[in-house]
């Protein structure tokens, strides 16, 4: 069973259910449906046409769902409407989709939740650790966020600001988590700033290719992770790097700063640093000071922190982090990299073992793990 290809085809079946008149969270249970379907039925003999083969089942789905609720039996005559067998049509909806989803009777972090659950393939899971919420309150938001959207049109698409936040979060579970997504979320990024001239769409385009192009560098052979300093920046891809310091250049002199251009920055002055002892720390300071005016985000001022121990020293960046919650997510690897740095190797091993219990993700904490395990056998000699 390919996994990977009913993955792909289900944004475009969402689409196309939906603009045949399905509201939108029935359309999303017939699919889901249809999918089940699929795994069912396909390694007995897959279809030639599989997304033919997927509309035509949930269609079918959704009209069967729609019959059997008495309150809608008026659409019982969308039946003679059921789409012919034979190949769909090609065209993408996925991104249509994520702006249909960002629907006005939203507020922008439902309509992010919704349409990361619906459309991007993320768990509820994933999505609260992004939202830095519990589970089970994202999994709240998410149903109301469903029983909002179930009874209305979808002919107000939302605005551009919550699409560029989905296609933030997108790609960054992509890159860091367990689903690979990131291709996706640079390919439909594209397609945004190719319809849509805006600086900060241009922004994001620009920082999603400058992390991008440090991604094959990020891990071992092993698979364990390879922090930023010690990355080998030959196999960094400087084609993507040009692009996205060249987008970014030309959304900034428009002089509309938004906070994916600032992070662009960030990401573009580690990408001209030849080695890691060459890094520009201080420019990078000034930039999260912009983005902490442009959005109070505590992931933000911990990783200001960071920048402030290595332009400033590690003292420095310590009482910075001692203004934040301790309960940020990475705060305690923070707190043990920056007294490392200090010199007391016997608190940074604690908290390195601390943060390793604490990691997101196994890679994360295996890292971490060995960062404590290097000090204290450092210690022990």
């Given at each position: 069973?390919?996994?990977?290809?009913?993955?792909?085809?289900?944004?475009?079946?969402?689409?196309?259910?939906?603009?045949?008149?399905?509201?939108?969270?029935?359309?999303?249970?017939?699919?889901?449906?249809?999918?089940?379907?699929?795994?069912?039925?396909?390694?007995?003999?897959?279809?030639?046409?599989?997304?033919?083969?997927?509309?035509?089942?949930?269609?079918?789905?959704?009209?069967?769902?729609?019959r059997a609720d008495a309150a809608r039996r008026r659409r019982?005559?969308?039946?003679?409407?059921?789409?012919?067998?034979?190949?769909?049509?090609?065209?993408?909806?996925?991104?249509?989709?994520?702006?249909?989803?960002?629907?006005?009777?939203?507020?922008?972090?439902?309509?992010?939740?919704?349409?990361?659950?619906?459309?991007?393939?993320?768990?509820?899971?994933?999505?609260?650790?992004?939202?830095?919420?519990?589970?089970?309150?994202?999994?709240?938001?998410?149903?109301?966020?469903?029983?909002?959207?179930?009874?209305?049109?979808?002919?107000?698409?939302?605005?551009?600001?919550?699409?560029?936040?989905?296609?933030?979060?997108?790609?960054?579970?992509?890159?860091?988590?367990?689903?690979?997504?990131?291709?996706?979320?640079?390919?439909?990024?594209?397609?945004?700033?190719?319809?849509?001239?805006?600086?900060?769409?241009?922004?994001?385009?620009?920082?999603?290719?400058?992390?991008?192009?440090?991604?094959?560098?990020?891990?071992?052979?092993?698979?364990?992770?390879?922090?930023?300093?010690?990355?080998?920046?030959?196999?960094?891809?400087?084609?993507?790097?040009?692009?996205?310091?060249?987008?970014?250049?030309?959304?900034?002199?428009?002089?509309?700063?938004?906070?994916?251009?600032?992070?662009?920055?960030?990401?573009?002055?580690?990408?001209?640093?030849?080695?890691?002892?060459?890094?520009?720390?201080?420019?990078?300071?000034?930039?999260?000071?912009?983005?902490?005016?442009?959005?109070?985000?505590?992931?933000?001022?911990?990783?200001?922190?960071?920048?402030?121990?290595?332009?400033?020293?590690?003292?420095?960046?310590?009482?910075?982090?001692?203004?934040?919650?301790?309960?940020?997510?990475?705060?305690?690897?923070?707190?043990?990299?920056?007294?490392?740095?200090?010199?007391?190797?016997?608190?940074?091993?604690?908290?390195?073992?601390?943060?390793?219990?604490?990691?997101?993700?196994?890679?994360?904490?295996?890292?971490?793990?060995?960062?404590?395990?290097?000090?204290?056998?450092?210690?022990?000699?």
């Amino acid at each position: 069973m390919n996994e990977a290809l009913l993955r792909s085809l289900t944004p475009s079946v969402l689409g196309i259910l939906v603009r045949r008149g399905a509201d939108f969270a029935a359309a999303e249970d017939a699919v889901q449906e249809a999918l089940i379907e699929a795994v069912r039925v396909w390694p007995a003999g897959p279809p030639r046409d599989a997304k033919g083969w997927l509309v035509t089942v949930a269609w079918r789905k959704f009209l069967d769902a729609t019959r059997a609720d008495a309150a809608r039996r008026r659409r019982e005559d969308l039946v003679d409407e059921e789409p012919a067998p034979g190949p769909a049509p090609g065209a993408d909806d996925t991104l249509q989709l994520y702006f249909l989803c960002a629907h006005p009777s939203l507020t922008p972090s439902s309509a992010v939740a919704l349409t990361l659950r619906a459309v991007g393939g993320l768990t509820t899971r994933q999505i609260a650790q992004a939202y830095l919420v519990p589970e089970a309150t994202m999994a709240q938001r998410i149903s109301r966020a469903k029983r909002t959207v179930s009874d209305v049109r979808f002919d107000r698409p939302g605005d551009v600001a919550t699409v560029l936040r989905v296609l933030y979060l997108v790609f960054n579970e992509g890159y860091s988590g367990d689903v690979d997504l990131a291709a996706e979320a640079i390919r439909l990024t594209r397609q945004l700033a190719a319809a849509i001239d805006h600086p900060e769409v241009a922004g994001l385009l620009a920082l999603m290719l400058l992390h991008h192009a440090r991604r094959a560098a990020r891990t071992a052979p092993d698979g364990g992770l390879v922090p930023l300093a010690e990355q080998d920046r030959a196999r960094w891809d400087t084609g993507l790097i040009a692009e996205g310091v060249r987008i970014l250049q030309a959304a900034l002199a428009r002089d509309r700063l938004g906070e994916f251009q600032a992070q662009a920055a960030v990401a573009a002055l580690h990408a001209d640093a030849p080695t890691a002892e060459e890094t520009d720390w201080v420019q990078i300071v000034e930039w999260y000071d912009e983005l902490t005016r442009l959005t109070d985000n505590p992931v933000v001022r911990l990783n200001r922190a960071v920048a402030v121990g290595e332009a400033d020293g590690p003292r420095a960046g310590l009482a910075a982090l001692a203004a934040l919650d301790d309960s940020l997510p990475r705060y305690t690897a923070v707190a043990a990299h920056l007294h490392e740095r200090d010199g007391d190797l016997a608190t940074a091993a604690r908290l390195y073992t601390e943060a390793a219990h604490k990691a997101p993700n196994l890679a994360e904490r295996d890292h971490l793990t060995r960062q404590a395990a290097r000090l204290n056998t450092h210690r022990s000699r």
